[in-house]
T-cell receptor, first 110, second 116 residues
Framework: GESVGLHLPTLSVQEGDNSIINCAYSNSASDYFIWYKQESGKGPQFIIDIRSNMDKRQGQRVTVLLNKTVKHLSLQIAATQPGDSAVYFC?????????FGQGTELSVKP | KAGVTQTPRYLIKTRGQQVTLSCSPISGHRSVSWYQQTPGQGLQFLFE???????NKGNFPGRFSGRQFSNSRSEMNVSTLELGDSALYLC???????????????FGPGTRLTVL
């Protein structure tokens, strides 16, 4: 079945640096990918999404890159701030449901 | 526009009891999905409802059930609770339409269920 793997469970960056969080997926039939941010005690918050007919999409301080050849998804956060500290999940839409990776905990050092 | 709301936020039950959780989607959203989040298994899909019909179901036992009402509000029920059912239960809503078979899911804050 479909699966989503994570490269690093934790990531620590200095405030102001750029952060890159990676995900790998197994099924090339997936056509919709999403990144969520989850802060302690809250539900996942939508950050940015991308469909399979694109390889890059930019939002405010965030960029998602999709490499369908190697089945790899990444989230780049520019000028990381303390408020960006959270767990980040990649998810893909497959078989009528969202399938989530295990999450990367991002810590931002002041 | 108000976000997804879930009630109650916290719940403590004992083994063998049953529980009902409620979810109100974003106004205008017709699809409601439920997820279970635990430290060990992460976020796992339970089921999805669209226009009062269950469209998709995850790999959970029949003790987990749900329904959706005509106003798109949804409830999920867990019967004969087990210790392993302790988790954060999340509801997500999305707009969906015939021309958009997949759409962004927006999550509520979740209901924290503890089974003693």
């Amino acid at each position: 079945g479909e699966s989503v793997g994570l490269h690093l469970p934790t990531l620590s960056v200095q405030e102001g640096d750029n952060s890159i969080i990676n995900c790998a997926y197994s099924n090339s039939a997936s056509d919709y990918f999403i990144w969520y941010k989850q802060e302690s005690g809250k539900g996942p918050q939508f950050i940015i999404d991308i469909r399979s007919n694109m390889d890059k999409r930019q939002g405010q301080r965030v960029t998602v890159l999709l490499n369908k050849t190697v089945k790899h998804l990444s989230l780049q956060i520019a000028a990381t701030q303390p408020g960006d500290s959270a767990v980040y999940f990649c998810a893909l839409y497959g078989g009528g449901k969202l399938i989530f990776g295990q999450g990367t905990e991002l810590s931002v050092k002041p | 526009k108000a976000g997804v709301t879930q009630t109650p936020r916290y719940l403590i039950k004992t083994r063998g009891q049953q529980v009902t959780l409620s979810c109100s989607p974003i106004s205008g959203h017709r699809s409601v999905s439920w997820y279970q989040q635990t430290p060990g298994q992460g976020l796992q899909f339970l089921f999805e409802y669209f226009s009062e019909t269950q469209r998709n179901k995850g790999n959970f036992p029949g003790r987990f059930s749900g329904r959706q009402f005509s106003n798109s509000r949804s409830e999920m029920n867990v019967s004969t609770l087990e210790l392993g059912d302790s988790a954060l239960y999340l509801c997500a809503s999305s707009l969906l339409a015939e021309y958009r078979p997949t759409d962004t899911q927006y999550f509520g804050p979740g209901t924290r269920l503890t089974v003693l």
